[in-house]
């Protein structure tokens, strides 16, 4: 088989492609696609195919800067290029660069198609004969750990049986056999504060290294197979004995040593996620979902490791949501702003309910925003970012997201108090500000849809424009972004409260115009109100 990549920027245009042809009846296999050339060169340095073909016009590299670079990674692979009419001249230019041969989109047909690949096969078995056959069997080599890692993803995700998995073991060299299986997730903790510590382009070292470190301390007495779902997550499956038992104090070590090697050599912290042990291929979506859970657990608890009990609430969390009523809201707001000892008293029975509830972790992150909220809106003048691992200044928002513990998360709450007990102190030695009071009227009546920076200005007895000025000047942005903002945030939360139309969301925040308020989410978000719900469901 000739392994070979698609590169098109158009989703359909790659999927059409592949659906024309039965390709591997014609002796080709695909073992990888990209939407722009920087991402095919990065798969062609893996997986070294002997041919690519590509677009011309895409974003962050095009298919003349594709080919420049990749010629030089791998000087035997063929190209076919594909063009719209008005795009000939850069064909031309990419058959001066080496290309085989080019298409025109919106007029391929597969029996023209299959007289391209015939003739990159006859350029290929010259090249081969040359080199005596050397190069096809290194580009095999690397493409079989392609497909060997998208069977196994296509797997746990319920797109392939168990039996396609025996049944193509021995061509994908596939260490594990088809009896008792544990299956294990391991999770880079705090990634984000790791990928600093490498340049995107050195992203691939640190997936090597994790790699590596699994493979060297899992030894050769267990069939094992280790499957990069990203740079931060791996899974590893190993074959138990015949009886589907191990002693516990074996895994014990197994793990503990893993976790502990992570640090010492790679200088990271990961958590780990273990499932039952399944039964044989067929079982192992049912051990990836029990792994998840085991794995999502940690997200409440301190451990490095856990495994999947089924009898534990920690398996079920996914179908319970956690909700504060009116009262419960009102009543923590009224300690924010009066008591302090009583606000943290409150805020930890908040997190004891969490812990022993069995919420899902989803829900758990959107009460901590809301509280958050809730305490900002207290305070809005207070300082609202915070340094990050990297000196990025961060908003409460942005650390809620990148949180990995609920220990993390109820931190930050206790933090967000804290800085908001200091402006309070502040202010009740000098008065507020005219920006200051706009915020508190604004925060108040976001909802009005009359709410403007005119009837602010009325209500504080200030000019409109100097208003205008000092708001810029002390919170940093301008009024009708403040405005635009907080009620954007605030529409969020409603659209992931699923009982409420699009425009019932749109009533709340303020706008009597669904259209508007749609295109202003968007422009806002990026995404629509509908693909926002969707995203978050």
Sequence with gaps: MIPFIIVDDELLMRIGLKWMLDWESL???????????????????????????????????DGLALIREASRLLPDCQFVIMSVLDEFQYAQEAIRLGASDYLIKGDIKPEQLQQVLAGVRRNLEKLWAAGGGSVLAGELKEGIGYLKETLFKELISGFRGGEEVAERREALHIALEDGPVLLTKLRID??????????????????????????????????????????????????????????????????????????????????????????????????????????????????????????????????????????????????????????RGYAEAIRSRCVDGAYSEKSVRQLYARLLLLIMSAYPHAPEEQGGADGQRLTPYERILLAERLSDLHGLLLETLRHQRDSRELDAVQ???????????????????????????????????YLSR????EIGVTFV?????????????????????????????????????????????????????????
């Excluded at 990209?34 to 590299?61: C, F, H, W, Y």
């Excluded at 659209?495 to 508007?516: D, F, P, W």
Aim: charged share 25%; net charge negative; hydrophobic share 40%.
């Design 27 to 61: 002796g080709f296999r695909l073992v990888g696609e990209a939407s722009n050339g920087q991402e095919a060169l990065e798969l062609a340095e893996r997986l070294r195919p002997s041919l690519i073909i590509t677009d011309i016009k895409m974003p962050v590299m």
């Design 190 to 343: 705090r990634f984000e504060e790791v990928r600093q510590k490498y340049q995107e382009q050195d992203e691939k070292l640190l997936r090597y290294a994790v790699v590596n470190v699994i493979e060297e301390l899992v030894s050769r007495q267990w069939n094992r197979e280790i499957i990069i779902e990203s740079s931060s997550e791996y899974l590893l499956f190993m074959n138990l004995p015949a009886s589907g038992e191990v002693p516990g104090e074996t895994l014990d070590g197994l793990f503990a040593t893993l976790v502990q090697a992570m640090r010492d050599f790679l200088g990271i912290s990961v958590s780990l996620g273990v499932s039952a042990p399944a039964s044989g291929f067929h079982a192992l979506k049912k051990a990836f979902q029990e792994a998840e859970a085991a794995i999502g657990e940690l997200f409440f608890r301190e451990e490095a490791v856990r495994y999947f009990v089924p009898e534990a609430r920690g398996g079920q969390r996914e179908t319970r949501e956690l909700h504060l009523d009116q009262a419960e809201m009102a009543e923590f707001r009224r300690l924010v702003l009066t008591d302090d000892e009583g606000a």
């Design 431 to 465: 008065p507020k500000s005219y920006a200051q009071q706009a915020c508190d009227i604004v925060i108040e009546r976001y909802a009005d849809e009359d709410i403007s920076l005119q009837t602010v200005a009325d209500a504080i007895s200030v000019n409109a424009s």
């Design 470 to 473: 000092v708001f810029k000047q």
């Design 481 to 537: 972004s403040f405005l635009t903002r907080l009620r954007i945030d605030q529409a969020k939360y409603y659209l992931k409260q699923r009982h409420l139309k699009i425009y019932e969301v749109a009533s709340r925040v303020g706008y009597s115009n669904t259209t508007y308020f749609s295109k202003l989410f968007k422009k806002v978000t990026g995404v629509s109100p509908e693909e926002y719900r969707g995203l978050s469901s």
